[in-house]
């Protein structure tokens, strides 16, 4: 089994010059045009990658924790558990939680899939992947994170996490999603923050039921099983050599 990377300082770099320019307000039509199709491209590729990875679970968590952290040690275990429960792990593809959680996955013989980001400061994939893809725009990677998952899994992270989880709470606040188990792990950690989203409740922001869908738990074995039994409830996933959908057995 490799060695997991040295840890990776993220943030610390200027961003890649074009991609600051695409963010820059407008463009000379022509470079537009240009900028499109390269995006375009870049969706088109993630599809042709990821369409047949099976049933996805995405793990969100923080880069900057190492394998000595406690919380590593959790996303390693999540993403054994929920490997063999039959569920390809997805995550960002890079160190931290999400190593771990693909490690955790690859470990236990499960597939690992990373959509990884290109970073002036050179975030390389992890050690434990068994297939990824290296995108250019965030936003391109957060559908990919999205698109194939049946339940999200948010363990401590920083502003990233915090961008992907209410991301898709959004999402399924909304409707574009609907009843994707959403489970946050640490309950010490995210505490402050439900009490946070109760004053928004109170305040008439959003509804109580954006914060009910929100799961806390802290059990590995709990995330699995809960994530499991709902898939099978929900989207009519059964066991097999992997999980699959019903149909995909002609039932």
């Not at 961003?15 to 963010?23: G, I, K, N, S």
Request: charged share 20%; with cysteine.
């Amino acid at each position: 089994m490799p060695e997991p990377h040295a840890p990776y300082r993220w943030g610390r770099s200027a961003t890649a010059p074009e991609v600051a320019r695409f963010l820059h307000g407008p463009q000379p039509r022509g470079a537009e045009l240009i900028r499109a199709i390269r995006i375009f491209a870049e969706f088109i590729r993630g599809f042709r990658a990821f369409h047949f990875v099976g049933p996805c679970v995405t793990v969100f968590g923080s880069a900057r924790f190492g394998a000595d952290h406690p919380y590593y040690s959790v996303a390693r275990e999540i993403g054994a558990r929920l490997a063999k429960a039959g569920f390809t792990v997805v995550t960002g593809g890079g160190p931290g939680i999400m190593e771990a959680a693909n490690r955790g996955a690859q470990e236990a013989g499960g597939l690992s899939i990373g959509c990884n980001i290109e970073l002036p400061s050179e975030q390389r994939p992890n050690a434990y992947l068994d297939r990824w893809l290296t995108f250019r725009h965030f936003f391109v990677r957060k559908v990919m994170l999205v698109k194939y998952s049946y339940a999200f899994v948010a363990l401590p992270g920083g502003f990233g996490t915090l961008d992907e989880l209410f991301e898709t709470a959004t999402l399924e606040q909304t409707g574009k999603l609907r009843d994707f188990p959403l489970v946050l792990v640490g309950s010490d950690f995210w505490q402050p923050l439900i009490g946070f989203l109760q004053t928004l409740v109170e305040s008439g922001t959003i509804d109580r039921s954006d914060v009910v869908r929100l799961r806390v738990l802290d059990s590995p074995q709990q995330v699995a099983d809960d994530i499991t039994a709902i898939g099978m409830r929900r989207f009519g996933l059964t066991y097999g050599p992997r999980l699959q959908r019903r149909w995909f057995l002609g039932e």
